[in-house]
């Protein structure tokens, strides 16, 4: 009986239907500007993480649709989303901020958005703005020179 080696390639969930494979991030690290102490210029803390959301087979079409508007400039126009953190002095906090971050804005492309439904003001209302501009002219009416006669 032969045992197959099974590589497991860890997941990162989304939502309880959608997660990414880590095998889909790539990392680079860089220098980060800011306090560093005696290690300033000799460590790369900032972590610039790169999601190739255009091409990943696990986000549907209708959610990359919404990311790209949600993600502005963080998506280039190939559909990679780039996110750099560097607010923490570890490399490792800094990895996982990048990666929340990432999780947050692809959580927040799955929210379907509420349909507007268009309405219009009832007539009560229409009849109080009216009056309201017509009372409003009657005080700016009486605004203006003051004559000798008076």
Do not use: W, Y
């Amino acid at each position: 009986m032969a045992v197959e080696a099974c590589t497991v390639i860890p997941m990162i969930p989304i939502t309880p239907a959608i997660s990414i494979s880590e095998s889909e991030l790539e990392e680079s690290f860089i220098r980060s500007p800011g306090p560093g102490g005696q290690k300033v210029n000799k460590v790369e803390t900032a972590v610039q993480l790169r999601f190739d959301a255009a091409h990943s087979p696990n986000l549907p079409p209708e959610i990359f649709a919404r990311l790209r508007g949600i993600a502005g400039q963080r998506m280039t126009t190939a559909g990679v989303i780039v996110i750099t953190a560097r607010r923490f002095r570890s490399q490792d906090r800094n990895r996982q901020d990048a990666r929340d971050r990432l999780v947050e804005l692809i959580r927040k492309a799955t929210e379907v958005p509420k349909k507007r439904r268009p309405t219009r003001p009832s007539m009560g209302a229409k009849r109080r703005r009216m009056e309201s501009k017509k009372k409003r002219g009657v005080v700016k009416k009486g605004r203006g020179r003051v004559s000798d006669t008076d």
